[in-house]
C-alpha cells in the first residue's frame, strides 16, 4: 500500500467511528413487548352491555307509544332506542346475553377497562425510553458493514481523485494535497525507521550479553519503563490501542 492512501484510510476510519467491529455483542437483551390490548373478557362484557342498552331501549320506546306518552317522552325515546341499537350493531352481538343485573355488568366493565389502561401506561413507559433510537432492520438501503466500510472508501476515493485534478490549476489546492501527502509519506518512514532502530538495539544487545540473560532482561526492562515514561499519555494510549 502506498503511503499517500494513509490520508484516505484515516479518513475512512474516522467516519466509521474508528472501529472495525460491525457492532458490539450483547446478552440478555430487553425486547419491545407488543402493544396491550383488550382481553376477549373486556370485548364480550362491551358487547353485552351494548346489547342490553339497546334491548333496554328498544322496551323503554315501546311503553311510552302504549301508554300514550307525551311526544317530549317517546322522541327521547326512540332517539335512544336508534342510537343504542347502531352502537350494538357496531361492537358486535354478544357470545352470550348478560343476566345479571346492570350495576354488577357496569363494575365488570370498569375493572377491566382499568386493567387494561394501566397495562397501556406501562408500555408506554418502556416505549417512551426507547425514543429515538434506530431500529434494526429498517433500513431503506442495507449492507454489510464491510460493504459500508468499501463505499465510504471508495467515496474518500473519488474525492481524493477530484482535489487532485483541481490542484492542477489550483496553487493553493495543489500545496494542500502535497502537503498532506509528503506529512503521511513521512510519519510513515519516520515511524518504520524507529521500528527498525530499536530492533536493531536489542538484536545487538543480546548478542553481547548472550551469557547473561538476567543482565539482558533487567536492560530491557529498564529500557521499555524509560521510554514509556517519556511519553505523553495520548501516545502511550495510541500504542496500546494499536497493539491491541
Known amino acids: 500500500m502506498k503511503l499517500h492512501i494513509l490520508p484516505i484510510l484515516a479518513v475512512v476510519f474516522c467516519l466509521t467511528g474508528c472501529n472495525i467491529i460491525p457492532k458490539k455483542v450483547e446478552y440478555f437483551q430487553d425486547r419491545v413487548q407488543p402493544m396491550p390490548e383488550r382481553t376477549t373478557q373486556a370485548d364480550e362484557s362491551l358487547r353485552q ?26 322522541k327521547p325515546a326512540s332517539d335512544t332506542a336508534l342510537l343504542t ?7 358486535g352481538p354478544p357470545s352470550k346475553l348478560w343476566q345479571g343485573d346492570v350495576p354488577a355488568l357496569i363494575a365488570r366493565m370498569d375493572a377491566k377497562e382499568a386493567d387494561y389502561r394501566r397495562e397501556l401506561e406501562s408500555y408506554r413507559a418502556e416505549v417512551r425510553e426507547l425514543a429515538g433510537k434506530k431500529i434494526e432492520g429498517t433500513g431503506a438501503i442495507q449492507v454489510g458493514y464491510f460493504t459500508h466500510l468499501l463505499i465510504l472508501a471508495a467515496i474518500v476515493a473519488v474525492a481524493w481523485l477530484i482535489l487532485k485534478i483541481v490542484a492542477i490549476t489550483n496553487a493553493p489546492v495543489s500545496v494542500g494535497l502535497k502537503t498532506i501527502e509528503g506529512g503521511s509519506k513521512f510519519l510513515g518512514r519516520a515511524f518504520g525507521e524507529l521500528v527498525e532502530a530499536g530492533q536493531d538495539f536489542k538484536t545487538r544487545l543480546k548478542q553481547r550479553l548472550a551469557d547473561n540473560p538476567d543482565l539482558l532482561e533487567s536492560i530491557l526492562t529498564d529500557f521499555k519503563t524509560a521510554h514509556r515514561s517519556s511519553q505523553s499519555r495520548d501516545t502511550q494510549k495510541a500504542v496500546g490501542e494499536v497493539k491491541g
Open 49 to 74: 352491555a351494548a346489547r342490553l342498552a339497546a334491548d333496554r331501549a328498544a322496551a323503554t320506546e315501546r311503553a311510552a307509544l302504549s301508554t300514550d306518552a307525551a311526544p317530549e317522552v317517546i
Open 85 to 91: 341499537s347502531a352502537v350494538s350493531a357496531q361492537v
